[in-house]
């Protein structure tokens, strides 16, 4: 784990970024997007912003938005830098967003063994609402997906 001596800022990131966001998610994730999906996420129904450091990008959140519905599609950090409140920095500027948005209802989907992604989420008010069943890939299979939302 890498400790920063200040505190990292929060950018709008542009399809410029993809290359380094496609990097920290396959580090992050063990079934991660590809680069195509991550590029195709800069379109005028998506939030892509980052946290940065020294010009080097430390993790990243993807919100998709219509009408009052907003989706969290990805929230990720770099390893190296995890356990150090970058990711709920980021949590807090999705909730920020979607709520500056004039959205009504924040939603998202975790992997049940995610306990402290789950846990970090049920902080901020979100609540269980459904579940996917054999929806995310692992490396014996499948496991379920957890539906969570947020009323904004």
Do not use: W
Request: glycine share 6%; charged share 20%; proline share 3%.
């Amino acid at each position: 784990m890498i400790k920063l001596n200040m505190p990292p800022e929060l950018v709008q990131l542009s399809l410029d970024d993809a290359r380094q966001m496609a990097a920290i998610a396959s580090q992050a994730h063990t079934h991660p997007m590809s680069i195509t999906t991550i590029q195709s996420c800069f379109s005028h129904l998506y939030s892509v912003f980052g946290l940065t450091h020294k010009a080097e990008l430390l993790g990243f959140a993807i919100v998709h938005q219509i009408f009052e519905d907003v989706t969290l599609i990805d929230i990720c950090v770099s390893p190296e830098y995890q356990e150090q409140g970058f990711g709920r920095s980021l949590l807090e500027a999705v909730i920020s967003k979607a709520r500056s948005d004039m959205g009504e209802t924040l939603f998202l989907e975790v992997r049940a063994s995610s306990i402290a992604a789950r846990a970090l989420y049920s902080k901020y008010g979100f609540v269980e609402a459904g579940s996917r069943k054999g929806y995310y890939k692992t490396a014996d299979g499948v496991e379920d997906a957890i539906l969570m939302e947020l009323s904004l």
